[in-house]
């Protein structure tokens, strides 16, 4: 960690002031419960850290039983930070590389494409750019042997790119890295997040087990209604068990928090616990992969974090999962991390707004898309059309009165004889174009790569002549998300 240049507001979270400015955005965001909080280092002594958490509303609208500091949220893909530092520590210990194949690990590992685990490597895993389909949900069991269940099943994913190409955002691949470090290790997933990061956090305010729900205080994920009608708490509690290294941490904003402490403090948590070496700290956020072509809010990727500048270095990560959304935003050259839990699908709006807040309370800017003067409009019409991937689609279409509308689609709110809400589209300049959605500005990219049209949204959804089918989920989970 190196010196801070801000100091924490005395009131910030700590005020009935503050308690009462989160409560009235949540009711005005139909958001049914969240915690928000803020962690602060003062020194390099851990007894000298502060953690600040705020709890708002219900975490179920079904039972109304209220969000106080022990209720578990979902993490959703703020997991893939855990996970990394999982295979983080396995590089640690000389057990592999970022340069390792998946094939040296997993040798009967196979994807669609002849010879790909030769290629894929650790690095590709953690940077999303290893070319798997990125969202090939397959529910095969909830019992110990699920993960194992699930590789058996990646052949059947369609590779969008080969190892190395542009970043896809791709949760089969931390499924896989998960996998790695189970193999090495010889212990589950689930198990290994306890031993090897929970304990020296000294946190047990964390599960992914579906079975171990009712064990604990737990936040039920809420959807809006088509009709603007107040969300609805979700019957299904969580994603396929396989999809554990990708997305199915639960947990508290103070357990969240006390795993931000050991990435600030270059690996060592605030117990003292290692947790981390400094180098392989120093990794995890550097930039292993530029966004300088397709972003301007975010500035690359690192090893599972996603990279910003908010006026200082950022390392970010959010979570969308069955009903729930959350977000952990970390400043390393402050000592100062942000984490925001809530129960609802439409959070990121909340996260947004509230981080825009407490960013202004220190002297720091959130970053917002940048729409260029000099933006070429008519580049618009060349997007006209179907832009998809197994699991999402982008349709661009052009209304009566000339205006250029995108609307987004996934397997999951893809419903028959529904239309997708669309939005007006403009270009922000260069290759970017921006859409206003839910309150918030959302940005995309044109990118060519090999001969190939693709629009980067996060994930990689390229040009198509057919109409948006959507894989779905195969199992019994297939309607998790109704």
Request: proline letters at 5%; one cysteine or more; charged letters at 20%.
């Amino acid at each position: 960690m190196t010196a801070q240049s801000v100091s924490l507001p005395k009131d910030l979270l700590a005020t009935a002031e503050w308690q009462k400015r989160i409560d009235d955005l949540a009711v005005s965001l139909d958001i049914p419960g969240a915690q928000v909080g803020v962690l602060m280092l003062h020194s390099d002594n851990a007894e000298d850290a502060e953690i600040r958490v705020v709890n708002t509303g219900v975490a179920s609208r079904d039972h109304g039983a209220p969000v106080n500091d022990r209720t578990h949220f979902h993490y959703g893909s703020i997991s893939k930070v855990w996970t990394t530092t999982l295979l983080m520590q396995l590089i640690d210990e000389g057990k592999i590389t970022l340069d390792t194949t998946v094939a040296e690990v997993l040798p009967k590992l196979r994807t669609d494409v002849d010879g790909a685990t030769e290629q894929i490597t650790v690095r590709h895993l953690l940077t999303h750019t290893s070319g798997i389909e990125g969202d090939f949900f397959r529910f095969t069991g909830e019992d110990e042997g699920a993960l194992n269940a699930y590789l058996d099943t990646i052949p059947e994913a369609q590779s969008i790119t080969e190892a190395g190409g542009p970043h896809s955002y791709c949760n089969s691949g931390f499924s896989i890295a998960g996998a790695i470090a189970v193999e090495l290790r010889g212990e589950l997933w689930d198990d290994l997040i306890i031993s090897q990061i929970a304990a020296p956090l000294g946190v047990t305010d964390l599960f992914s087990k579906t079975a171990d729900a009712g064990l604990y205080q737990t936040a039920a994920g809420h959807n809006p209604q088509p009709d603007g009608s107040p969300a609805v708490a979700t019957k299904t509690w969580q994603l396929p068990r396989a999809l554990g290294p990708a997305g199915l941490l639960a947990g508290t904003a103070d357990t969240m928090l006390r795993f931000a402490a050991s990435h600030l403090r270059d690996g060592v948590a605030l117990t003292g616990e290692h947790v981390l070496s400094p180098e392989s700290a120093l990794a995890m956020r550097s930039e292993q992969h530029s966004f300088d072509q397709v972003s301007t809010t975010m500035t690359g990727w690192g090893l599972g974090w996603a990279l910003a500048d908010w006026g200082t270095p950022v390392l970010t990560h959010s979570g969308g999962t069955i009903g729930q959304n959350a977000n952990l935003t970390v400043f390393p050259e402050l000592g100062f991390a942000i984490c925001i839990l809530t129960n609802s699908a439409v959070g990121s709006t909340f996260v947004a707004q509230l981080e825009e807040i407490i960013a202004k309370e220190i002297g720091l800017t959130r970053p917002v898309p940048r729409d260029e003067e000099l933006a070429d409009q008519g580049a618009l019409r060349d997007l006209i059309g179907n832009w998809s991937s197994p699991w999402m689609c982008l349709e661009i279409t052009e209304d009566e009165s000339g205006v250029v509308r995108a609307a987004m689609s996934d397997a999951w709110s893809a419903k028959p004889g529904v239309t997708a809400p669309s939005f007006p589209l403009r270009a922000a300049g260069q290759n970017r174009f921006v859409y206003e959605r839910s309150g918030r500005t959302a940005e995309i990219s044109r990118v060519n790569h090999q001969g190939r049209e693709f629009i980067w949204t996060g994930r990689l959804l390229e040009r198509s002549p057919e109409p948006f089918k959507p894989a779905g989920v195969v199992g019994s989970a297939a309607n998790a998300s109704n």
